[in-house]
Nanobody, 124 residues
Framework: QVQLVESGGGLVQAGGSLRLSCAAS????????GAWFRQAPGKEREFVAA????????YYADSVKGRFTISRENAKNTVYLQMNSLKPEDTAVYYC?????????????????WGQGTQVTVSS
């Protein structure tokens, strides 16, 4: 069982930045792909960004491409999401997820373990 703990959420003005972190309890995340999803009130959980086990391959939702960057430090068992040029429509609970795969899943069903979520609120 892998436990994931997100941190770094908060309230920021439009145009600002935040960096989310996802720390894993597993001794190593080296075998896991990582991703971030988000869920706004009344909406389904949606894919934001994913990164493969080595960090050599990433994929982004069109809505965040060019503004968000996903990265990882396997030595620290941590996946990050750097969010720049934030918009009010980015407001949501952000969840990290990992999957024990060499691939790069991008759908909810492709992930085995989830964090509890961290709130990001962007004011206009």
């Amino acid at each position: 069982q892998v436990q994931l703990v997100e941190s770094g959420g908060g309230l920021v003005q439009a145009g600002g930045s935040l960096r989310l972190s996802c720390a894993a309890s597993e001794r190593t995340l080296r075998a896991y792909a990582g991703a971030w999803f988000r869920q706004a009130p009344g909406k389904e959980r949606e894919f934001v960004a994913a990164i493969n086990w080595s960090g050599s391959n990433t994929y982004y939702a069109d809505s965040v491409k060019g503004r968000f960057t996903i990265s990882r430090e396997n030595a620290k068992n941590t996946v990050y999401l750097q969010m720049n040029s934030l918009k009010p429509e980015d407001t949501a609970v952000y969840y990290c997820a990992v999957a024990r795969t060499a691939g790069l899943p991008t759908n909810v069903d492709g992930f085995d373990y989830w964090g509890q979520g961290t709130q990001v609120t962007v004011s206009s």
